[in-house]
């Protein structure tokens, strides 16, 4: 069974950094891209950014491009997303998807940024 | 604002059919890239009701439909449940931006 369990996220102040980590199960890691998305309170879903296969391909949105650093470790199945000049307007639960069908999602993981 | 729009909002009666509408523009939709489609409650994970257009994952009702046409995309419900409540997002690549992009979202009430 394909799991995607997200963890990292809490309050942050303005102007501080935090590292979001997804860890993966049931099936290659190694064999995929992935994604982090967003969903800030009351709003919708918002991509935030994707790795390719082995790191060397990384796109961003313009609203976290500079800011925020997406990785992965093959060697322990996991994602990262180092997030850094963080905002309010980055308060949101981020997730982590499979790119492929059925677009496997995590829980997500709530990131506060607040004084 | 969100690159595909959908309304913000649509609702039916108990056994109707809704349709939402997902338009966006030549960078995706109308580049030829694939809509997907989720429903989704607060609190849980999207979970995926439609992939590329017309395609329904196993285990999701035949009440649900997807299909695509130039720049549009739209879901279908059919006889409409309850439990149907809930908000509903069209997915789809830019080639612009290099990623996916969202839709706004539409919420389904069940009257």
């Known amino acids: 069974e394909v799991q995607l369990v997200e963890s990292g996220g809490g309050l942050v102040q303005p102007g501080g950094s935090l590292r979001l980590s997804c860890a993966a199960s049931?099936?290659?890691?190694?064999?995929?891209?992935m994604h982090w998305v967003r969903q800030a309170p009351g709003k919708g879903l918002v991509w935030v950014s994707r790795i390719n296969y082995d790191g060397s391909s990384r796109n961003y949105a313009d609203s976290v491009k500079g800011r925020f650093i997406i990785s992965r470790d093959n060697a322990k199945n996991t994602l990262y997303l180092q997030m850094s000049s963080l905002r309010g307007e980055d308060t949101a639960v981020y997730y982590c998807?499979?790119?492929?069908?059925?677009?496997?999602w995590g829980q997500g993981t709530l990131v506060t940024v607040s004084s | 604002q969100s690159v595909l729009t959908q309304p913000p909002s649509v609702s039916g009666a108990p056994g109707q059919r809704v349709t939402i509408s997902c338009t966006g523009s030549?960078?995706?939709?109308?580049?030829?890239?694939?809509v997907h489609w989720y429903h989704h409650l607060p609190g849980a994970a999207p979970k995926l009701l439609i992939y590329g257009n017309i395609n329904r994952p196993s285990g999701v009702p035949d009440r649900f439909s997807g299909s695509k046409s130039d720049t549009s995309a739209s879901l279908a419900i059919t006889g409409l449940q309850a439990e149907d409540e809930a908000d509903y997002y069209c997915q789809s690549y830019d080639r612009s931006l290099s990623g996916w992009v969202f839709g706004g979202g539409t919420k389904v009430t069940v009257l």
């Open positions: 998807v499979r790119d492929s069908t059925p677009f496997n």
């Open positions: 049931g099936f290659t890691f190694t064999n995929y891209w």
């Open positions: 030549s960078s995706n939709i109308g580049a030829g890239f694939d």
